[in-house]
């Protein structure tokens, strides 16, 4: 069974920056598209990022732009998100999830599409 792990979650001041990591232990990760979401207190979860196993990304959550870059590790098994500026407003539980499916997928915003939910990562962004 795949079972994603993100980690780097921590607390943070506004304007700080994180990366977060999310990865399969035993599994060659380039085979899925891998989305990143999150999820704050009663809200419901929200896509942020997601990145395709041929390395297209797109940005769901980035306000102002240029605040979240996702990327592919070097070793193609570890998906990155880069915070950057952090805001109060992004404190949540951040996790990710593979596209359903393998090979050459495109990225949705819905959970939906996705399975296989790591148990995500804290961030907590003081003022």
């Known amino acids: 069974q795949l079972e994603l792990v993100e980690s780097g979650g921590d607390l943070v001041q506004a304007g700080g920056s994180l990366r977060l990591s999310c990865a399969a232990p035993?599994?060659?990760?380039?085979?899925?598209?891998i989305g990143w979401f999150r999820q704050a207190p009663g809200k419901e979860r929200e896509a942020v990022a997601c990145i395709t196993n041929n390395g297209r990304a797109t940005n769901y959550v980035d306000s102002p732009k240029g605040r979240f870059t996702i990327s592919w590790g070097d070793d193609k098994n570890t998906v990155y998100l880069q915070l950057s500026g952090l805001k109060p407003e992004d404190t949540g539980t951040y996790y990710c999830?593979?596209?359903?499916?393998?090979?050459?997928?495109?990225?949705?915003?819905?959970?939906?599409?996705?399975?296989?939910w790591g148990r995500g990562t804290q961030v907590t962004v003081s003022s």
């Open positions: 999830a593979r596209r359903l499916g393998i090979g050459p997928t495109t990225c949705v915003s819905e959970s939906s599409g996705f399975g296989s």
């Open positions: 035993g599994f060659h990760l380039v085979l899925y598209t």
